[in-house]
């Protein structure tokens, strides 16, 4: 199993990136795929989640309308499409799986994890 993430980078505050997390070795339908990043000092928290199977998607408040997740079942690959980046977005973001129909922002509940990309927002 495994997950890999790709896309982040240093941009301006109001600035675009596209992160990709590449899925291998499980199912994905029968999984969620969740978003997370990591501020130093902060803890791990969701970003973002899509249920492959149900549909089911969620976002993080602070994101709503300025992230927007995709998935591309036949290659195995969810996009988290990043707009008007913030210098608050700045973290280290990881995608992560798990066993599950609906989405759940519980960091414990995920199995696998990629290894994460760092997205840096500064003017």
């Known amino acids: 199993v495994q997950l890999v993430e790709s896309g982040g980078g240093f941009v301006q505050p109001g600035g675009s990136l596209r992160l990709s997390c590449t899925a291998s070795g499980f199912p994905v339908d029968d999984y969620i795929i969740g978003w997370f990043r990591q501020a130093p000092g902060k803890e791990r928290e969701g970003v973002s989640c899509v249920s492959l199977r149900d549909g089911d998607l969620y976002y993080l408040d602070s994101v709503k309308g300025r992230f927007f997740l995709s998935a591309s079942y036949a290659r195995n690959i969810v996009l988290l499409q990043m707009k008007d980046l913030k210098p608050d977005d700045t973290a280290v973001y990881y995608c992560?799986?798990?066993?599950?129909?609906?989405?759940?922002?519980?960091?414990?509940?995920?199995?696998?994890w990629g290894q994460g990309t760092q997205v840096a927002v500064s003017s």
């Open positions: 992560a799986a798990a066993r599950r129909t609906f989405c759940t922002q519980e960091v414990a509940n995920y199995d696998y």
